[in-house]
């Protein structure tokens, strides 16, 4: 049963992989540190409102054969409400990729870092670091041989790796399950914690995974029979990938200290409470969280800058590898020297914050749409739970604007 399940493991534990990045830990992290188990709900919430979008552009990869860039290009056909959200999509992803993608091989430093000690260099007024470099290598071999399923069995072994560093983590704090359980259930909003619901809710249901997820599935699947496997890859794969989540926000919830910013700052705190290896596991999880993200944001920058350009070829054709490339050297060449593009970061969060509830709205769309899925269109409940996860992201995408400009 487990060989066969670990056989049709995919592209949903990439999207997994992708959506627990650096970020999504610090994130968690604070959660836990802030607000104990209360926010574990928000948590649940943002596992529902992915499996049920991440099934959609799953289903629509494998039926169309196409990527989501590529079906809403075709799909479309006012010609200035193409260019408008051609031009959105690859500002939010392929220029956000760019700008976030310091902060992913920074967050594999930061793993590192916490068992080996720094490894830098200085010259003149710069400060070279070279973990990023090595980072940036370990991604760049592993998109550079362009070949699918290799890539895929190397990310799966980090997501498991991830997984299994963080939920041992949180089982040596030996949690109340009572208290872990309530918090997931009961909804609770503490004082101030209206930016962290939104924040845990906005880092786990991501854009870019919807155009990920779409294209992995046509490299991993051809027919219409193969849509419940990756239905069950997808659910099985994301529920993990929140329980990775949670079980970051219930290892920092055993803290007392509130000194606590980031994932290397609980390790260093668990260490005393829980000893070394609490440490090296939570340091392990951290570079596992930040080099797949590493390597997942570039390969997502890249399916969606071939889909709407109109550019054809796989992950061997020389466009696809120019877009990732680029993307990765300028995260390399950003972390190495600490340098963090604000402007253009605030650009993308824009981006993305009206990227999400446009997508969601289109994807819902196509989604019911004979001419493209046949059959497999969505059905009543679908809908339903499509309609109020579309309510959510219109609410969050809002936020996150306003969050940007400081009205928040």
Same mark, same amino acid.
């Given at each position: 049963?487990?060989?066969?399940?670990?056989?049709?493991?995919?592209?949903?534990?990439?999207?997994?992989?992708?959506?627990?990045?650096?970020?999504?830990?610090?994130?968690?992290?604070?959660?836990?540190?802030?607000?104990?188990?209360?926010?574990?709900?928000?948590?649940?919430?943002?596992?529902?409102?992915? *499996?049920?979008?991440?099934?959609?552009?799953?289903?629509?990869?494998?039926?169309?054969?196409?990527?989501?860039?590529?079906?809403?290009?075709?799909?479309?056909?006012?010609?200035?409400?193409?260019?408008?959200?051609?031009?959105?999509?690859?500002?939010?992803?392929?220029?956000?990729?760019?700008?976030?993608?310091?902060?992913?091989?920074?967050?594999?430093?930061?793993?590192?870092?916490?068992?080996?000690?720094?490894?830098?260099?200085?010259?003149?007024?710069?400060?070279?670091?070279?973990?990023?470099?090595?980072?940036?290598? *370990?991604?760049?071999?592993?998109?550079?041989?362009?070949?699918?399923?290799?890539?895929?069995?190397?990310?799966?072994?980090?997501?498991?790796?991830?997984?299994?560093?963080?939920?041992?983590?949180?089982?040596?704090?030996?949690?109340?399950?009572?208290?872990?359980?309530?918090?997931?259930?009961?909804?609770?909003?503490?004082?101030?914690?209206?930016?962290?619901?939104?924040?845990?809710?906005?880092?786990?249901?991501?854009?870019?995974?919807?155009?990920?997820?779409?294209?992995?599935?046509?490299?991993?699947?051809?027919?219409?029979?193969?849509?419940?496997?990756?239905?069950?890859?997808?659910?099985?794969?994301?529920?993990?990938?929140?329980?990775?989540?949670?079980?970051?926000? *219930?290892?920092?919830?055993?803290?007392?200290?509130?000194?606590?910013?980031?994932?290397?700052?609980?390790?260093?705190?668990?260490?005393?409470?829980?000893?070394?290896?609490?440490?090296?596991?939570?340091?392990? +999880?951290?570079?596992?969280?930040?080099?797949?993200?590493? *390597?997942?944001?570039?390969?997502?920058?890249?399916?969606?800058?071939?889909?709407?350009? +109109?550019?054809?070829?796989?992950?061997?054709?020389?466009?696809?590898?120019?877009?990732?490339?680029?993307?990765?050297?300028?995260?390399?060449?950003?972390?190495?020297? +600490?340098?963090?593009?604000?402007?253009?970061?605030?650009?993308?969060?824009?981006?993305?914050?009206?990227?999400?509830?446009?997508?969601?709205?289109?994807?819902?769309?196509?989604?019911?749409?004979?001419?493209?899925?046949?059959?497999?269109?969505?059905?009543?409940?679908?809908?339903?739970?499509?309609?109020?996860?579309?309510?959510?992201?219109?609410?969050?995408?809002?936020? +996150?604007?306003?969050?940007?400009?400081?009205?928040?």
């Amino acid at each position: 049963m487990l060989k066969k399940y670990f056989k049709n493991i995919g592209p949903g534990t990439l999207v997994a992989a992708a959506f627990i990045g650096p970020g999504t830990v610090t994130l968690c992290t604070l959660a836990g540190v802030n607000f104990g188990f209360n926010l574990l709900w928000a948590m649940l919430l943002s596992i529902i409102a992915t *499996i049920v979008l991440q099934e959609m552009a799953a289903r629509l990869g494998i039926i169309s054969q196409k990527g989501l860039s590529e079906v809403i290009r075709e799909e479309i056909k006012i010609p200035f409400l193409k260019q408008f959200i051609t031009i959105l999509i690859l500002s939010a992803i392929v220029v956000g990729n760019a700008s976030y993608e310091a902060g992913n091989i920074s967050g594999g430093i930061l793993g590192l870092e916490t068992i080996f000690g720094e490894f830098k260099h200085t010259i003149g007024d710069f400060s070279i670091n070279f973990m990023s470099v090595i980072i940036g290598l *370990i991604a760049f071999v592993l998109l550079y041989i362009g070949n699918y399923k290799f890539l895929e069995k190397a990310l799966v072994t980090l997501v498991l790796l991830m997984s299994f560093s963080f939920v041992i983590t949180a089982i040596i704090t030996q949690p109340n399950i009572f208290d872990v359980l309530k918090g997931m259930f009961i909804p609770k909003f503490p004082e101030k914690s209206l930016l962290t619901v939104i924040g845990l809710i906005g880092t786990t249901v991501v854009p870019y995974n919807l155009f990920l997820h779409a294209s992995l599935v046509k490299e991993r699947w051809k027919n219409k029979e193969d849509v419940s496997l990756a239905k069950k890859d997808t659910i099985i794969s994301i529920i993990l990938g929140g329980m990775v989540s949670m079980a970051i926000i *219930i290892s920092a919830a055993s803290i007392p200290s509130k000194d606590i910013l980031n994932v290397a700052d609980l390790a260093e705190g668990l260490a005393p409470l829980y000893g070394e290896f609490a440490k090296y596991f939570l340091a392990l +999880g951290l570079f596992a969280a930040g080099i797949t993200s590493a *390597i997942t944001a570039p390969l997502a920058a890249a399916y969606v800058a071939q889909g709407c350009l +109109g550019l054809k070829g796989n992950m061997q054709s020389k466009s696809f590898k120019m877009v990732w490339i680029i993307i990765l050297l300028l995260g390399v060449i950003f972390s190495s020297i +600490g340098i963090k593009p604000i402007e253009i970061i605030k650009f993308a969060q824009v981006a993305n914050g009206m990227l999400l509830p446009i997508i969601a709205g289109i994807l819902l769309w196509i989604m019911n749409k004979k001419n493209v899925l046949g059959s497999f269109v969505n059905t009543r409940k679908q809908n339903v739970f499509g309609f109020i996860i579309l309510a959510i992201s219109i609410f969050l995408g809002a936020k +996150g604007i306003m969050k940007v400009f400081g009205l928040l």
